[in-house]
Nanobody
């Protein structure tokens, strides 16, 4: 079992920055890939960014490329999502997820463990 706890969400204005954190506990290991997803009201959950746990390979959705950065601190079992130049369309609940295996998948069904989510609201 892996437990994931997100933090760092909030209400900001367009153009501001936020950093989300995802603390992992339980059976974490170097073989887990991590992903950030988001879900806006009435929309499907969508992939935002992913990182392989051991090599640090990253992958981003086109909508956030150049604005968001995913990183990890293996010593703290924590993954971060630095979000810059936020836009109102970034408003959503952001979820951290993990899957066993090195490959970063963009489809939620490939992730076994999920956090409870943290709300990010960007006002115009």
């Amino acid at each position: 079992q892996v437990q994931l706890v997100e933090s760092g969400g909030g209400l900001v204005q367009a153009g501001d920055s936020l950093r989300l954190s995802c603390a992992a506990s339980g059976r974490t290991s170097s073989t887990y890939a991590m992903g950030w997803f988001r879900q806006a009201p009435g929309k499907e959950r969508e992939f935002v960014a992913g990182i392989s746990w051991n090599e640090g390979t990253t992958y981003y959705a086109d909508s956030v490329k150049g604005r968001f950065t995913i990183s990890r601190d293996n010593a703290k079992n924590t993954v971060y999502l630095q979000m810059n130049s936020l836009k109102p369309e970034d408003t959503a609940v952001y979820y951290c997820a993990s899957r066993q295996g090195a490959i970063i998948h963009t489809t939620p069904m490939y992730y076994r463990y999920w956090g409870q989510g943290t709300q990010v609201t960007v006002s115009s």
